[in-house]
């Protein structure tokens, strides 16, 4: 995939091969426009093409509710689209297409050996861990993004496939290539524990600007529909866009690895750091806003250094000497890299290991976690869960939430109900339903829809009463408390406990609540343990 973006680089923009077309000198004028137009057109067209409609899955998504199953076609259509992005200029990384082709291939390949659920968790975090470490040359960044974004935990179960995808991948890689992408930087200087103290704030500070380029991106989503282009049109308008401001600056072209050799070296001033930061951001909210596929992971990693060398300047005039603005920038790569993708120990080892600062560690992960301690309680979301929110989905990673929802108010319901009328008299009720016949009765209108829910040992205590109810409403209960079929278990569970019921009536949907079935808490409990107690034993038998 690099090679195939890197020869339509060569062809569109006329840059020699495998040069950073960020990095690289390009002529203005309308071809610098054109050709991220013509990118949006053949994304349409591929979009158009593809026959399955809704959203594609990602890895992430697959092992949350699916456990782990994916399309590999989608893979494909992804990846042509990502190309139609990246290879035509526009601002998106090709990290989406590698980790989407890769654990598609995963899946697939976990199908045909009918793996277990949790095994095939496992090996399409094997796909995108291997994708990972193969593109940026980093073993250790692609295991944990698998343990942290993909697989959602670290078990020893996953250690041993996930550590022998990536070295096979890295070796791989390396025996195609010849060497691994690397960043080269100036020297990082002395590091003293005050330091602790500015990379604590620049991890903050990258928290609050990735939160602001992941709304950017959704405020730009949402402008583009109701501004009324059409949705064939608006990745060429957006191409249209991001080619304008590549005529300012071609730093904002495709990833972002030229660039970030550019930004990283010295005498570049504050304003001009800036001016790149605030463009990339412009152009990837741009990019991604109008339909184009691709992600934000290495964008991140730019942005990040750009903001950890701009923080230079001013702490250079508080406190001179105290750091150097090269080990800024490579703390800042892994906290703006956290906010928007997630993943502390991820986004730590991959500065750690395209920089190969080292020494460093201690002050990145610090950054690192300030950054994602900042964005998850002031946002909540990484950019991935956040687009997943947008379209109504509650997930916040991989964790596998997907049988819980399989464990659905219609599969535990009981049909066999017992219902009565609404206008019939306590005397009426208790000679239809002697005491000892059930337990509870569901009352109904004439056309069947639920009105309430009777206790039959309620009503017939109440014949001994010195002064019996002559209105069988007096024993309603939970007339606005009701299950729906399509809610999980974990919902029911919650609904029992907020209204403090022991059974509750299913009824159809919220419009026409016609009565379907009755779920007692009791049952409830008893199946949702059942089905954790068999995601343990999975889990459990996956080392044996």
């Not at 529909?225 to 590549?246: D, E, H, N, Q, Y």
Request: with cysteine; aromatic share 6%.
């Amino acid at each position: 995939m690099s090679t195939l973006s890197h020869l339509l680089h060569s062809l569109l923009y006329g840059v020699p091969f495998m040069t950073g077309l960020s990095g690289a000198e390009l002529a203005g004028g309308a071809a610098l426009i054109a050709v991220p137009v013509a990118g949006g057109a053949l994304t349409a067209l591929v979009v158009t093409l593809r026959r399955r409609r809704g959203a594609i899955v990602d890895p992430i998504e697959a092992n949350a509710l699916y456990g782990g199953r994916m399309s590999l076609s989608d893979g494909l259509w992804l990846t042509l689209q990502n190309l139609a992005s990246n290879g035509f200029g526009l601002s998106a990384g090709l990290e989406a297409a590698y980790t989407q082709l890769s654990s598609g291939i995963a899946s697939r390949l976990g199908l045909k050996l009918k793996l277990r659920r949790e095994d095939m968790r496992v090996l399409v975090g094997c796909g995108s861990a291997g994708a990972i470490a193969a593109a940026f040359g980093a073993p250790l960044t692609g295991a944990f993004y698998a343990f942290e974004l993909v697989i959602g935990t670290y078990t020893s179960v996953s250690l041993a496939p996930v550590i022998a995808a990536v070295i096979a991948a890295t070796l791989v890689s390396r025996s195609l290539t010849g060497k691994s992408f690397e960043i080269e930087i100036g020297p990082i200087g002395s590091i003293s524990a005050l330091d602790i103290v500015p990379a604590i704030t620049l991890g903050a500070l990258c928290a609050a600007l990735g939160i602001l380029v992941m709304i950017a991106v959704v405020r730009t989503e949402r402008l583009s529909s109701r501004c009324g282009i059409p949705a064939w049109m608006r990745p060429a308008v957006g191409g249209a866009l991001v080619g304008t401001i590549g005529l300012v600056t071609p730093q904002v072209l495709s990833s972002g690895h030229g660039a970030m050799h550019l930004s990283l070296e010295p005498g570049v001033t504050l304003g001009s750091l800036l001016a790149i930061f605030a463009l990339k951001a412009l152009a990837s909210a741009i990019t991604i806003g109008s339909g184009f596929r691709g992600g934000l992971f290495f964008a991140s990693l730019l942005l990040g250094a750009l903001v950890g060398k701009s923080f230079a300047v001013p702490l250079e005039e508080i406190a001179p000497g105290l750091m150097s603005s090269t080990a800024l920038a490579v703390i800042g790569m892994s906290a703006f890299g956290v906010a928007v993708i997630g993943g502390p120990l991820a986004m730590t080892f991959l500065a750690l290991e395209l920089t190969g600062e080292f020494p460093i560690t201690v002050l990145v992960l610090v950054a690192s976690i300030t950054s994602s301690l900042v964005a998850r309680h002031a946002f909540g979301y990484s950019f991935s869960t956040w687009r997943f929110h947008l379209r109504g989905e509650t997930i916040r990673g991989a964790h596998d939430v997907g049988w819980v929802r399989n464990l659905t108010v219609r599969r535990l319901m009981r049909s066999d109900l017992r219902t009565a009328r609404a206008g019939i008299s306590p005397d009426e009720f208790r000679a239809s339903f002697p005491l000892g016949s059930t337990q509870r009765v569901i009352i109904t209108d004439d056309a069947q829809n639920y009105v309430a829910m009777v206790n039959v040992a309620e009503v017939h205590a109440d014949a001994n009463a010195s002064e019996p109810q002559g209105e069988l409403s007096h024993f309603f209960h939970h007339s606005d408390d009701v299950l729906y079929p399509t809610m999980n278990a974990r919902q029911a569970a919650e609904i029992f406990e907020t209204c403090r019921a022991e059974a509750l009536a299913v009824v159809s949907d919220r419009f026409s609540p016609r009565v379907v079935g009755l779920l007692s808490e009791a049952h409830t409990l008893r199946r949702y343990s059942e089905e954790l107690e068999k995601q343990r034993r999975d889990i459990i038998g996956a080392t044996d």
